[in-house]
């Protein structure tokens, strides 16, 4: 990585060339199984929209399939907006799981658990969010090691899994009080790559802690955590499919995913200020964004609609290098 560490090795800054190490275009002879395959347990009676700004997320960011799993309400609902989605598990190479599902769900839960199970079974990447986040740490703790696994929690949701690991009460002011020792915690007891979403993200992992600043603040809005778990889901699936040489670590991909995303949610929210120029400055550094403008409101849906750009943005970039 060419990311800068500070004076303790912690990496400071994760740019568009650390991003792009972890996106790749579709080689001439790959087909839709070959290019990557995303699966989603994801959304709720309650929740179904969960599980649509995953999968769009994902297709968006450039899979060759995405498969879902749900009842009746959610299937609906994602198939209406993505009919490229397939309908089952068969097989894929990273797993999507948690978002919109209530842990006290005890259909979705269980659905999730075996969903977890075929994950291990084709060792496949897992992605876990909210209502997966207990289950993974109940695995792991009972002897079951998820060999590849990023989890995906905001500060209530990290707080409330240390308290679980630690015995000890954890609130949420504690973790954004100290963040980096909040997810080294988890990642040294999980064997899992800890993204801590927000403003500032933190993703720990086998190396030093990155940190991945957003270059705008309107991405604090519903089911933006949705469109950033699907659009992990296909980066990871796509990597796994290419030569054991080339494919990044899961903490540099999440991060990858993580520097898609909130560059996704500035471009949206610029576009929506009517400053259509920002779309030549993707991969400028952060600090000379703010010639922009603050930007204008969006909604997740907006920033799954930027993704294409910039992971073109970044494919380009990778072919002039």
Same mark, same amino acid.
């Given at each position: 990585?060419?990311? $800068? ?10 740019? &568009? ?32 929209? =969960? ?5 769009? &997320? ?28 397939? &309908? ?24 999730? *658990? ?24 109940? +695995? ?6 998820? +060999? ?9 949701? #990290?707080? =409330?899994?240390?308290? $679980? #690991? ?21 990642? /040294? ?16 992992? /086998? ?5 991945? /600043? ?7 809005? @519903? ?5 950033? =778990?699907? @659009? ?27 520097? #898609? ?19 030549? @400055?993707?991969?400028?550094?952060? /600090? ?10 969006? *909604? ?13 943005? #970044? ?5 002039? &290098?």
């Amino acid at each position: 990585m060419s990311s $800068k560490s500070d004076q303790y090795g912690r990496v400071r800054e994760f740019d &568009a060339q650390d991003a792009a190490a972890s996106v790749f275009a579709p080689r001439e002879d790959d087909h839709k199984y070959r290019r990557g395959v995303t699966a989603f347990v994801t959304g709720s009676t309650h929740y179904p929209g =969960a599980a649509v700004l995953g999968t769009r &997320a994902a297709l968006a960011t450039g899979i060759g399939m995405v498969r879902y799993a749900g009842g009746e309400a959610e299937t609906k609902a994602v198939l209406w907006q993505s009919p490229e989605v397939v &309908a089952d598990l068969a097989s894929f190479d990273a797993l999507v799981v948690g978002s919109g599902v209530d842990p006290k769900d005890v259909r979705r839960t269980s659905e999730a *658990r075996e969903a977890l199970d075929r994950a291990r079974e084709l060792d496949a990447t897992v992605i876990a969010d909210s209502g997966a986040l207990g289950q993974i740490a109940k +695995r792991v703790l009972g002897g079951h090691h998820v +060999r590849r696994c990023i989890l995906t929690p905001h500060a209530a949701e #990290l707080a =409330a899994l240390i308290t $679980k #690991l630690e015995d000890t009460e954890v609130h949420a002011t504690d973790v954004i009080k100290e963040p980096e020792q909040a997810v080294r915690l988890v990642t /040294d007891r999980l064997g899992c790559t800890l993204v801590l979403k927000g403003h500032r993200t933190y993703i720990a992992g /086998d190396g030093p802690t990155i940190v991945v /600043d957003a270059p705008g603040a309107w991405l604090a809005t @519903a089911g933006t955590g949705d469109v950033l =778990a699907g @659009a992990m889901g296909a980066l990871s699936a796509v990597a796994s499919k290419r030569d054991v040489a080339e494919q990044p670590e899961p903490q540099h991909l999440a991060a990858a995913a993580v520097w #898609l995303h909130a560059r996704a949610g500035w471009l949206a929210s610029q576009l929506n200020a009517g400053n259509f120029e920002a779309a030549s @400055a993707l991969l400028d550094p952060i /600090d000379e964004l703010t010639r922009f403008g603050p930007g204008a409101p969006i *909604r997740a849906s907006d920033a799954t609609a930027a993704l294409p750009r910039l992971v073109g943005a #970044l494919v380009a970039s990778k072919l002039r &290098a």
